[in-house]
């Protein structure tokens, strides 16, 4: 990573699966870190799912160093009960990097999805296949993967309008 290198971590989050994307940006050149998920077993409490995210995450967060964090908002559903389990990981992914003192970006989904594909409404298959385009060396094996790869770029292209609307609220 070059010296005026900002590294991203992007967080797709989920119950059954976190998925979890790093890139590198320099200046508009973006680089490929590393990407993959946390998962967290059907079968055990919630809180134990729960702590297997976290600790998971943690690892992640320890072993990339990222600068700065951006996750995925909540897609709310008719279903209450899944997507109050979803707040639960989403909670998850938030709470990891502000322990670790790391600044944390939130992106609606369909920002993510036309940020990266010029469509709010794209389907994991098309962010899936222009991650491969934006990120040619990138091998996100899974959608949580590709989609939180989606996630840092959307930080990436958005993170300096952030900045300039902080600084002028101050």
Not at 51 to 56: K, N, S, V, W, Y
Not at 105 to 127: C, D, P
Request: proline share 3%; glycine share 8%; charged share 20%.
């Amino acid at each position: 990573m070059g010296a005026d290198a900002i590294r991203i971590l992007g967080i797709d989050p989920g119950l059954r699966r976190m998925g979890w994307g790093v890139v590198d940006v320099s200046g508009t050149r973006l680089s490929f870190v590393a990407c993959g998920c946390v998962t967290s077993g059907n079968e055990l409490p919630l809180a134990e799912r729960l702590r297997q995210l976290h600790d998971g995450l943690t690892e992640v967060v320890r072993a990339h160093r990222p600068d700065e964090v951006a996750v995925e908002e909540t897609f709310v559903n008719k279903d209450a009960q899944a997507t109050l389990k979803l707040g639960h990981a989403r909670a998850v992914a938030l709470l990891v990097p502000a322990l670790a003192g790391l600044d944390v970006a939130e992106y609606a989904a369909n920002l993510v999805k036309k940020t990266v594909t010029g469509v709010g409404h794209a389907e994991k298959h098309q962010i899936a296949a222009m991650i491969k385009v934006l990120l040619p060396k990138a091998v996100a094996t899974t959608a949580d993967a590709a989609d939180a790869l989606a996630v840092a770029i959307t930080h990436a292209q958005h993170r300096q309008a952030r900045a300039l609307r902080r600084s002028l609220a101050l």
